[in-house]
T-cell receptor, first 111, second 116 residues
Framework: DAKTTQPNSMESNEEEPVHLPCNHS???????IHWYRQLPSQGPEYVIHGLTSNVNNRMASLAIAEDRKSSTLILHRATLRDAAVYYCILRDDNYGQNFVFGPGTRLSVLP | GAGVSQSPSNKVTEKGKDVELRCDPI?????LYWYRQSLGQGLEFLIY????????KSGLPSDRFSAERTGGSVSTLTIQRTQQEDSAVYLCASSLNQVRTQETQYFGPGTRLLVL
């Protein structure tokens, strides 16, 4: 699996936008970029995924660099409920593999 | 609709005992995954099922761990002769079809296992 690198932790103020970066310099052409988050004492939940184009859904936006070697998860207005560990994961469309979760980024949201 | 459910939610056992953890995936989901998460750590893949078959058992940490799935639905993860290092949260996830890697995985709440 291609590896991803994320900051260990980030902090944001409530109501402000949050940009969570992920580096994946060894990404292959068939790797999808997935983001999940894990709230305290819960299982991970899906946030968003994309291949090449930027993606938007009700939870977040995913901005993918033109060379696909990095991506950024954007939470437009952080709330206290968004405090979680955010995982950036690559998954190869050719192989149907399980997800490989790294340590993720622990996001703290300050009131 | 109903999500992935797991039982028990918490399990305390003594070292050397066997435990069974159950996962009920979302109805119609053919792929099922088991992960474990030790305290403060990321998720560690254990095994996945496509239907009743387990093409990838590479993540099982030892031969004390086994899993089965019957009827393409419920799965059981069994840990024999539990050790203290088996203490962790065991998470189950399901997806509609594992072959399509765009598929979202839906996670259950986990079973918290404590081996004394």
């Amino acid at each position: 699996d291609a590896k991803t690198t994320q900051p260990n932790s980030m902090e944001s103020n409530e109501e402000e936008p949050v940009h969570l970066p992920c580096n994946h310099s060894t990404i292959s052409g068939t790797d999808y970029i997935h983001w999940y988050r894990q709230l305290p004492s819960q299982g991970p939940e899906y946030v968003i995924h994309g291949l090449t184009s930027n993606v938007n859904n009700r939870m977040a936006s995913l901005a993918i660099a033109e060379d696909r070697k990095s991506s950024t998860l954007i939470l437009h207005r952080a709330t206290l409920r968004d405090a979680a560990v955010y995982y950036c994961i690559l998954r190869d469309d050719n192989y149907g593999q399980n997800f490989v979760f790294g340590p993720g980024t622990r996001l703290s949201v300050l009131p | 609709g109903a999500g992935v459910s797991q039982s028990p939610s918490n399990k305390v056992t003594e070292k050397g005992k066997d435990v069974e953890l159950r996962c009920d995936p979302i109805s119609g989901h053919t792929a099922l995954y088991w992960y474990r998460q030790s305290l403060g750590q990321g998720l560690e893949f254990l095994i996945y099922f496509q239907g009743n078959s387990a093409p990838d058992k590479s993540g099982l940490p030892s031969d004390r761990f086994s899993a089965e799935r019957t009827g393409g639905s419920v799965s059981t993860l069994t840990i024999q002769r539990t050790q203290q290092e088996d203490s962790a949260v065991y998470l189950c996830a399901s997806s509609l079809n594992q072959v399509r890697t765009q598929e979202t995985q839906y996670f259950g709440p986990g079973t918290r296992l404590l081996v004394l």
